[in-house]
């Protein structure tokens, strides 16, 4: 209707949109699509005859659906199917999406910060629950999840963009969510896909695009703030929707070699000169995209910034995922987990890694929900796991791994204990321990 659909037409659009939401089991829904069809039915280039036919049709199904009908739909709406957020009760004050039972600790150094438990922890106890920072939707999944919450799509395409054919929402809210940060985005995904750019530069331009060019340049002095020695606090908590906790993340810039920071220092130019090329930064600010002219200041701030995303986002991005019950199967064993695209969690990003992790975490549309995996004691670190578990992957092949990608060379007690693959245990020990437990 937005791009100019026929008036006389929207009476078959509603039409449909009632009966799709009686299939759905949406009696309220169905009921006022039905009213609006009577409505558009007097702009409708039809016969007398035939508008009365389909009117009195319709006036049948609302007598059907407000008497004994609608009471059988009446509560099934359309959330039934979703899941509900659970809320941490007892809040961490300077890191609010932690529980009271989760302590943000600085050792400084390679630990930097981590988590420490403040009291025993129950296996299942909600941790943290998260909203992104910013969040990418991968390429191949764009018609078939929402670009905005990332729920999968239950009709090929629910609500689009006014303008491309590239995305697709779940709803017309999350189409008007996203509207602001998709204008300017809307002309260069399509590039940005195309060229098969790392989900980190497909993040690092989200984060700058999703605020306004007047909102984000107030910010320079947070920026600043951020990257020498920001501390939380009580008034300022640490908050994912905050910029100044996104850009205190780890960078390594001082240790990164001079390949590594021309390699970012380019992309970050091509990502500023895509950006260029949309209406996010205001005209004043911008200069000819030619080689012998000058960026100005606030294109070298926005391309500073370009720069420290990726790499701050290297080390710090969750993949976000969906799990997937196989067709015709009731239980979870056989789901597969799918890679949908990524998420930046600021204070779950802060948790340090184990092979043995003390968390599970998963995803309810974009928000993450981080769980206790088993007992954690009081006093003792709560860590995530970035990749390899001990169980299932030689510690050889995990230490190279976690080198390779973070940079680190891990110490948690299955590395320093060399304890063995499950494949390797002697099954005996394992019935053994089963009888006794
Ligand atoms: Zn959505
Ligand atoms: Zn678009
Ligand atoms: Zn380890």
């Given amino acids: 209707m937005n791009i100019g659909y026929p008036q006389e037409l ?9 009966k799709c939401y009686l299939a759905l089991g949406n009696g309220i829904k169905s009921s006022d699509a039905f009213k609006k069809t009577l409505q558009h039915l007097d702009f409708a280039k039809i016969s007398l005859d035939k508008k009365k036919k389909i009117e009195s049709d319709i006036r049948i199904m609302l007598a059907i659906l407000e008497k004994g009908g609608n009471n ?36 400084g150094g390679d630990i930097g910060r981590h988590a420490i438990a403040t009291r025993d922890i129950a296996p299942g106890e909600l941790l943290v629950v998260e909203r992104p920072h910013s969040t990418t939707l991968l390429g191949e999944y764009r018609l078939k999840n929402c670009h905005y919450c990332f729920r999968k ?12 054919t590239l995305i697709a929402y779940c709803s017309p809210s999350c189409r008007n969510a996203d509207a602001k940060t998709h204008l300017n985005e809307c002309t260069i995904l399509g590039p940005l896909w195309l060229s098969n750019a790392s989900i980190t530069c497909l993040m690092a331009i989200k984060a700058v695009i999703q605020t306004p060019w007047n909102q984000l340049v107030q910010l320079k002095n947070d920026y600043e703030h951020a990257k020498q020695n920001y501390k939380p606090t009580e008034k300022r908590p640490f908050i994912s929707s905050d910029f100044i906790s996104y850009w205190s993340l780890v960078t390594h810039e ?13 992309m970050a130019a091509w990502l500023l000169r895509l950006l260029k090329t949309t209406d996010y930064l205001p005209e004043e600010v911008k200069t000819p995209d030619l080689h012998d002219h000058q960026l100005s200041s606030d294109e070298l701030f926005i391309g500073d910034l370009l720069l420290h995303h990726l790499q701050l986002l290297q080390f710090n991005t969750h993949e976000v995922s969906e799990l997937v019950r196989l067709r015709n199967e009731k239980s979870l064993a056989k789901s597969k987990n799918n890679f949908i695209g990524g998420g930046l969690y600021p204070t779950t990003a ?27 004691r009081a006093g003792t670190e709560i860590c995530d796991n970035y990749g390899p578990i001990f169980t299932v992957e030689k510690e050889l092949e995990r230490q190279r791994k976690l080198r390779l990608r973070y940079w680190f060379d891990c110490g948690c007690e299955a590395c320093r204990g060399h304890w063995p693959l499950v494949d390797d245990i002697d099954p005996r020990i394992l019935r053994i321990l089963h009888v006794f437990k």
């Fill in 72 to 107: 059988q739909f009446k509560g099934k709406s359309e959330k039934k199917n979703e899941c509900i957020i659970p809320k941490v009760k007892e809040c961490n004050k300077f890191y609010p999406a932690c529980s009271s039972a989760v302590e943000i600790r600085d050792a």
């Fill in 350 to 376: 802060l948790l340090n890694h184990s092979c043995n992790p003390g968390i599970v975490r998963y995803f309810i549309g974009t928000t993450m929900v981080v769980r206790a995996l088993r007992t954690i």
């Fill in 254 to 266: 001082t240790t990164r070699t001079q390949d590594d920071l021309f390699h970012r220092a380019y």
């Fill in 153 to 164: 799509n239950i009709a090929p395409y629910p609500a689009a963009c006014n303008t491309c």
């Fill in 10 to 18: 929207y009476y078959k659009l509603e039409e449909r949109r009632a």
